[in-house]
């Protein structure tokens, strides 16, 4: 790219030219060019612009990186980015010093907060805020200031403790909001300002007892009372963090009691298979079962109590089926089948309790037959498992059995030469 083509470029993207020049040192009021004692001489179409004294390290970079630095500096932003710069020099367009437009937005906060407006409130706490927070980090990096407004000692003290008050009010209305993180992020933000910011204290510690950080509430209250032993505001959340704590303590004994009587139970149920020798097996994923389980009825903590499980009624003749939530060792088929028969689906009138036979899977893949009045106890002592803590059973008619039994075999060789 010629340096003709660049300085148009540039003219073009920064509405510069020679005309336009001239044009707006004609006219008053125009915000975005600057005076004609500071502003650089254009050269016509050849020659572009040298860089000031503290951009001369752009030197070294693109054209287009050059542009993008300049999109940055707020005189030749052509579209404003939403950040802290860009929305401090938006509440700057108020007239005044940044100290008399950020306390003219912390009375306006503070109008809205005593009428609960809280939402509103926060804006214009954050409004002045930016103001200020722009100033402080101007001095942080040593920015050169404004050579027509003197800034005194006096003046950096007032505008930290207005900038203090603002982040302090914030956090209340975070408070009040919810916005628990920014209330207590808010109230740091004050500390750091002044570490003796007795409402910071409070306004934290409230945040993090409503999130059940007590350990960091009681931390926020203990520092506040410290400052300010009598504070009323503190000894208040310090007798709500002793109720916290106690309830929540409360709560973790009683979780953990249940934790343990669950383990034990489940112990009992697996001393109880064993003793039966009913083999079990768990997969990967096991079936959701909502509040089904293996376990030992009536008394899940007595180990002479029977053992009950969730079972499942296969029908692979017409692919359907049916679950039985418990399924006592001493229950027989014919208990269950008595109150599930007739199936609503079955037009043919197949299933009757004297018109089927059951089975159910072998651990080597095969099947055996289960009578229906064998007690469940007796079918699972033989060689099946039962997986994932459910019982499976196949129940044909007696009709189709046969057909159904040969393509099981079928399908189990097939899956065995696969593999």
């Known amino acids: 790219m010629s340096v003709e083509e660049i300085s148009d470029e540039i003219a073009d993207r920064l509405k510069i030219s020679e005309g336009e020049d001239s044009k707006s040192q004609s006219q008053e009021g125009t915000p975005q060019q600057p005076s004609s004692q500071n502003a650089p001489t254009i050269a016509p179409l050849v020659m572009f612009p ?98 027509d407004v003197v800034v005194t000692e006096d003046d950096i003290k007032a505008q930290r403790g207005v900038l203090e008050s603002l982040y302090v009010n914030r956090a209340a209305c975070h408070l009040e909001l919810r916005n628990y993180r920014s209330c207590w992020l808010d109230g740091a933000a004050a500390l750091r300002l002044n570490p003796k910011n007795v409402k910071a204290y409070y306004r934290s510690a409230r945040a993090f007892l409503a999130v059940g950080r007590i350990e960091e509430a009681d931390d926020a209250c203990a520092r506040g009372l410290e400052i300010d032993e009598g504070n009323k505001p503190l000894k208040g959340v310090a007798q709500d963090i002793v109720t916290k704590h106690g309830e929540i303590t409360a709560k973790q004994k009683k979780e953990s009691e249940r934790l343990a009587k669950e383990k034990r139970r489940e112990t009992l149920v697996k001393a109880s298979l064993q003793a039966r020798f009913i083999k079990t097996r768990t997969t990967a994923q096991p079936p959701e079962m909502e509040d089904a389980k293996l376990q030992l009825v009536p008394d899940p903590d007595d180990p002479r109590s029977s053992l009950s499980f969730p079972t499942v009624l296969l029908y692979p003749a017409h692919l359907q089926s049916d679950f039985v939530k418990a399924f006592n060792e001493m229950d027989t088929l014919a208990d269950h089948l008595a109150y599930i028969f007739p199936l609503p689906w079955d037009t043919a009138q197949e299933y009757t309790l004297a018109g089927v036979e059951c089975y159910m899977e072998t651990l080597t893949g095969g099947l055996v037959k289960v009578g229906k009045k064998v007690p469940l106890l007796k079918a699972l002592s033989g060689n099946v498992e039962v997986v994932d803590e459910v019982v499976r059973l196949f129940v044909l008619p007696k009709a189709k059995a046969a057909a159904w039994i040969q393509e099981f075999k079928i399908k189990k060789m097939a899956e065995k030469g696969g593999g």
């Open 50 to 147: 040298a860089l000031s004294p503290g951009r001369a390290m752009t030197e070294r970079k693109t054209v287009d990186e050059v542009v993008a630095e300049l999109k940055k500096t707020p005189f030749f932003m052509t579209e404003l980015e939403e950040n802290d710069d860009t929305e401090a020099l938006k509440a700057l367009a108020y007239e005044g010093t940044p100290f008399e437009v950020a306390s003219e937005f912390k009375e306006s906060g503070n109008e809205c907060f005593r009428v609960k407006r809280w939402a509103d409130a926060k804006e214009f706490y954050t409004k002045g805020v930016l103001v200020l927070a722009a100033e402080e980090r101007k001095r942080a990096k040593g920015e050169p200031q404004d050579p």
